[in-house]
C-alpha cells in the first residue's frame, strides 16, 4: 500500500469536507489529526489509496457517517483564550447578576456547544467561584456542557487531564482547581465538577431546552461548517439566548454582521444583541 503523502490528503479532504458540510478553509491547519484517522480507516478497509476511498465513499453512503466522526477537531484547554475569560469575569458577569438579580429566581444558565472534554464548562465553573466576581449568595447556576462525541464528554465525566490542558490558567486556579494524580496527571475537584451537567447533542440538529445567559460556542461551527451550517447554528445559538445575553465565539471566529450582535469594547469575542447594557 502507498503511504498517504500530505498533498493526496489535502485534495481527498477538498473534495469530502463539502459534501459533509464543513469548510476546508477551517481545516487547512489542523487537517493532520483528520488525515491521521482517514488513513487509520482506509487501511481498516484495506484499500489502497485515498482515491480507493473516495470511490468507496462514493459506492457506501453509510461510509459518510464514518468520515464524518474522522473530521472532529477536539484541541481544547481550560482558559484557552485568556481575554476572554478576563473580560467575562471583570465585566460581563457582573452585568449578568445585576440582571438576574431583578429576576425571580435568580439564575445563571450557561451553554458550552461543542464542550470538548469539558475544558470549557469546568472554566466557567471555575470563573465563578475563583475568578474577580464569584456567583453571589442566593444564585443557582446551571452549566450545561453539549458535545456530539461520547468519547470527548466520557473524557469530561472523568475530569483528569494532562498538564498541557491546564498551561494557560492562573497558577493560583491550578492550585485550587485540581489535585495531582500519582501517574502525573490532574484531576478536577469535585466542588467544580459538580455544577456542570453534560450531554450528547449535535449542534446541526439540536439546542438544549430554554435559554442561557451565557452561550459559548468556540473553535466549531464558525471554523469548521460551511456558510449553511453556520446559519443555521447560528439560528439555535440565538433562540437560545437570553434577548440580553451573550454569546461568545472563539478567538478568531466572528459572528455574521446580520445577526445584530455587537462585540464589546475591549475586542474580546463576546457579543451581544444589546448595545444598551453598558457597552
Ligand atoms: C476544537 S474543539 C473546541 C472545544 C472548546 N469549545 C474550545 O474552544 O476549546 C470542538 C469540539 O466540538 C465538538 N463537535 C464537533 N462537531 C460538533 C457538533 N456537530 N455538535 C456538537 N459538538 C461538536 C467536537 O467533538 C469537539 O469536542
Known amino acids: ?3 498517504t503523502r500530505d498533498s493526496e490528503c489535502v485534495r481527498f479532504l477538498q473534495w469530502a469536507l463539502p459534501r459533509l458540510g464543513y469548510r476546508w478553509e477551517g481545516f487547512r491547519k489542523v487537517r493532520r489529526q483528520v488525515c491521521r484517522r482517514v488513513r487509520r480507516r482506509r487501511r481498516d478497509l484495506e484499500l489502497a489509496s485515498l482515491q480507493a476511498y473516495r470511490l468507496h465513499l462514493e459506492r457506501t453512503p453509510g461510509e459518510w457517517a464514518y468520515l464524518d466522526d474522522c473530521c472532529r477537531i477536539t484541541i481544547s ?6 481575554g476572554l475569560w478576563e473580560t467575562a469575569g471583570r465585566e460581563i458577569l457582573p452585568r449578568l447578576y445585576r440582571q438576574g438579580a431583578a429576576r425571580s429566581p435568580h439564575q445563571l444558565r450557561v451553554w458550552s456547544a461543542g464542550c470538548g472534554a469539558g475544558e470549557e464548562p469546568y472554566t466557567v465553573a471555575m470563573l465563578l467561584r475563583l475568578g474577580p466576581n ?3 449568595d ?5 452549566i450545561l456542557g453539549t458535545d ?3 468519547h470527548q464528554l466520557e473524557r469530561a465525566r472523568r475530569g483528569v487531564y494532562p498538564e498541557s490542558s491546564l498551561r494557560d490558567l492562573p497558577a493560583e486556579w491550578r492550585r485550587q482547581a485540581f489535585t495531582r494524580t500519582d501517574d502525573d496527571r490532574y484531576r478536577l475537584r469535585d466542588r467544580l ?15 438544549p431546552a430554554g435559554r442561557f445567559h ?3 460556542c468556540r473553535n466549531l461551527a464558525f471554523t469548521y461548517f460551511d456558510s449553511e451550517g453556520q446559519e443555521q ?3 439555535r445559538l440565538l433562540s437560545s439566548l437570553e434577548p440580553d445575553g451573550w454569546l461568545a465565539v472563539g478567538s478568531h471566529e466572528n459572528v455574521p454582521e446580520h445577526a445584530g450582535f455587537v462585540r464589546h469594547t475591549s475586542g474580546a469575542p463576546l457579543f451581544t444583541r444589546s448595545p444598551a447594557h453598558g457597552l
Open 1 to 3: 500500500m502507498e503511504p
Open 77 to 82: 484547554r481550560f482558559y484557552r483564550d485568556r
Open 134 to 136: 464569584p456567583l453571589p
Open 138 to 142: 442566593g444564585f443557582e447556576v446551571e
Open 148 to 150: 456530539v462525541d461520547l
Open 193 to 207: 465538577r459538580g455544577g456542570v451537567r453534560l450531554v450528547e447533542q449535535d449542534i446541526r440538529r439540536e439546542a
Open 214 to 216: 451565557l452561550v459559548l
Open 233 to 235: 447554528s447560528l439560528m
